[in-house]
């Protein structure tokens, strides 16, 4: 029998998955990219030999994150990246990095890829209406902090100010700014969505169109710091010029506003128009009260819609929900219930059996992150280290979930701890 040729299998499989994979060595040289990774980076092997070798040369550059790996011998897991690509496509990955040393003594950082685009541009998507116009008293919101929300928001339909709603994808932001819309008290034409994720010139003419109208309009610019600086500098012309109409003019971004400036993202002239009211609306994990009663009600209108019999969920699967950090709040919730209900007959209550296998995987994840974080102060049962090897230990741990915050950029994560740059590299490479 002829011997089986491993390395010509391991590149087939490594060009036919579905995972990103890219792997460099000390010097800067790529010696895997495979044909996922190309189609998510929109480069060849060549162009992105030569950006590895040109930051690899000018110190002046920021590490990315596989010669971080390198740097500091340290594995990096469920890091999230939103970027452009070199076709000018907007890729959202989650990637994990782990150092590795050949049996020659080589070390080299790999990178495993998984694209999550689609459930992002999911995730941004608004939430189910149900045919019906969403007013402040349809939306289902029991906690002190939601409840705060909805009077802020109703003090700006009174005013007709404009508001800059700030939150994660899938809080329910467009549901506010619908809300809005419903609750003044002098009514306008139309309420007028602008997804900044499109092409912003089409954007521009359309709001140009609408802005020099007789009627008046709200509109709602969903994730404003998509937009460049000129198309977010000639939205505050338009309105400039226009004040003699009515108009009502409402935005979201998905960080602080503070933050998105000074990277650049956000034109002080656009921020300033918003600066007599910004709305935080905060994350599900924030307002956990909330999400029964949110399931309560998506139920409700299934046996409204459709006759179904459920009634809600089993004590289990109620105490996994409200445990669950829910990282693409309520929208994650809603396409979860969708996906469950699919799968429902006669059944009165959501049984685990009942729940999909890529919700287990979450679950099971989340677990483990859990875990070891809460091992760093379980003292049961364990013999006392030295301090400083305990404190240094903590001093990791605390670094690692700071710069996963920071998308592993070391300036920022530099910054939010309050320490020089050279000091946190320092600390990186010490590991």
Avoid at 117 to 132: C, H, I, K
Avoid at 174 to 188: F, P, Q, T
Avoid at 380 to 400: A, C, F, W
Wanted: proline fraction near 3%; hydrophobic fraction near 35%; charged fraction near 25%.
């Amino acid at each position: 029998m002829k011997q089986l040729d491993r390395s010509s299998v391991f590149e087939f499989m490594i060009e036919k998955i579905e995972t990103g994979l890219c792997a460099i060595d000390e010097n800067g040289r790529v010696i895997v990219y495979n044909k996922k990774m190309r189609e998510l980076t929109g480069e060849s092997l060549e162009q992105i030999t030569q950006r590895f070798l040109s930051q690899s040369l000018d110190f002046n550059l920021e590490q990315n994150m596989l010669q971080k790996v390198l740097a500091s011998g340290q594995s990096f897991k469920h890091i999230k990246q939103t970027f452009w690509n070199a076709l000018g496509q907007e890729v959202t990955m989650i990637n994990d990095y782990y150092p590795y040393t050949l049996n020659d003594g080589t070390k080299i950082a790999i990178q495993l890829s998984r694209d999550i685009t689609q459930q992002e541009f999911l995730m941004d998507r608004p939430l189910s209406r149900y045919g019906a116009p969403l007013t402040f008293d349809i939306i289902t919101a029991v906690s002190k902090s939601m409840k705060q929300v909805i009077q802020q928001a109703k003090i700006a339909a009174l005013g007709r100010i404009p508001v800059m709603l700030v939150g994660e994808s899938g809080t329910g932001k467009d549901m506010i700014a619908e809300g809005i819309h419903h609750e003044l008290s002098e009514k306008n034409e139309r309420f007028i969505t602008l997804i900044c994720r499109r092409n912003e010139d089409t954007l521009l003419a359309q709001i140009e169109k609408y802005i020099a109208e007789e009627k008046n309009y709200t509109f709602f610019a969903e994730r404003i710091e998509f937009l460049s600086d000129g198309a977010q500098n000639r939205i505050v012309e338009l309105l400039e010029k226009h004040t003699e109409r009515n108009h009502v003019f409402i935005a979201s971004i998905g960080e602080d506003p503070i933050d998105l400036i000074q990277q650049g993202r956000l034109s002080k002239n656009l921020y300033y128009l918003f600066s007599n009211l910004t709305i935080q609306v905060p994350s599900l994990r924030e307002r956990r009260e909330d999400i029964k009663p949110f399931v309560d009600d998506y139920f409700a209108r299934r046996r409204m819609a459709y006759g179904s019999s459920v009634k809600g969920l089993a004590p289990e699967i109620e105490k996994i929900f409200l445990n669950y950090d829910w990282p693409g709040n309520l929208k994650e919730l809603e396409v979860l219930l969708d996906d469950i209900s699919a799968l429902l007959t006669t059944e009165e209550y959501v049984e685990l059996i009942h729940i999909p296998a890529y919700f287990k995987w979450k679950l099971k994840q989340a677990e483990t992150v859990k875990s070891e974080q809460q091992s760093l102060f379980d003292f049961s049962g364990q013999n006392l280290q030295p301090l400083d090897e305990y404190m240094r230990k903590v001093e990791d741990h605390y670094i690692t979930y700071a710069l996963q915050l920071n998308d592993g950029n070391i300036s920022q994560t530099a910054k939010a701890l309050g320490i020089h740059r050279q000091g946190l590299q320092y600390r990186l490479k010490r590991k």
